[in-house]
């Protein structure tokens, strides 16, 4: 089974930057879509961004776009998610995912890995 590992979160004031990365444990996932999420305590998890397995297409919730870019190495499964001008409401564990199809998609029923998580906390 594919493996997801997120890493790059931390805690920034408002206004700064992190740059999230994915890692698969297989490299059988690199024909998918993937995609980031995320949730903080006591809500519903959200979509944030994906990217289709060629990086051709990117699609993004109006909260993040054009303060956050998801890409990713050609032909490979490893993705990126980088963070500018982080606000407290970003504030939230970030999973990434693979999709079953190779498409960018915003319903999270569409993927079928997900990793276990990186914290990004934003203070005021």
């Known amino acids: 089974q594919v493996q997801l590992v997120e890493a790059g979160g931390g805690s920034v004031q408002t206004g700064g930057s992190l740059r999230l990365s994915c890692a698969s444990s297989r490299r059988t996932s690199i024909n998918n879509g993937m995609g980031w999420f995320r949730q903080a305590p006591g809500k519903e998890r959200e979509f944030v961004a994906s990217i289709s397995w060629d990086g051709g297409s990117r699609i993004y919730a109006d909260a993040v776009k054009d303060r956050f870019t998801i890409s990713r190495t050609k032909g490979s499964s490893t993705a990126f998610l980088q963070m500018n001008n982080l606000k407290p409401e970003d504030t939230a564990n970030y999973t990434c995912?693979?999709?079953?199809?190779?498409?960018?998609?915003?319903?999270?029923?569409?993927?079928?890995?997900w990793g276990r998580g990186t914290q990004v906390t934003v203070s005021s």
């Open positions: 995912a693979a999709a079953r199809s190779s498409a960018a998609t915003r319903n999270s029923a569409n993927y079928n890995y």
